[in-house]
């Protein structure tokens, strides 16, 4: 069984960096894909960036290309996310979620994925 444990949130200014960790155990992120969501209070959870099994192709959404990255450490069994010119509006509880094999059409979508951390939280706030 996959669990994951997301970490490194916090407080940060607007114009920061933070790098969030997703660290799994039971079984190897290696047949899994995997997904980083956020949810703000009083909106629904959404997608931010997604790393595929298989090819290990990468996608975001629109409101966050180009600011963060998602990486992954096949030795430590840990997924990034890396995030740079944090805005207030990045604020939101982060989770990182996973699920068997790629599915690409389904990726961004939460239903899509079986596994979730308990979520680490982000506050962009001077």
């Known amino acids: 069984q996959l669990q994951l444990v997301e970490s490194g949130g916090g407080l940060v200014q607007p114009g920061g960096s933070l790098t969030l960790s997703c660290a799994a155990s039971g079984t190897t992120f290696r047949y899994y894909t995997v997904g980083w969501f956020r949810q703000a209070p009083g909106k629904e959870r959404e997608a931010v960036s997604v790393v595929f099994f298989g090819d290990g192709s990468t996608d975001y959404a629109a409101s966050v290309k180009g600011r963060f990255i998602i990486s992954v450490d096949s030795a430590k069994n840990t997924v990034y996310l890396q995030m740079n010119s944090l805005k207030p509006e990045d604020t939101a509880l982060y989770y990182c979620?996973?699920?068997?094999?790629?599915?690409?059409?389904?990726?961004?979508?939460?239903?899509?994925?079986?596994?979730w951390g308990q979520g680490t939280r982000v506050t962009v706030s001077s």
């Open positions: 979620a996973a699920h068997f094999g790629a599915d690409y059409s389904g990726a961004f979508e939460p239903g899509t994925y079986n596994f």
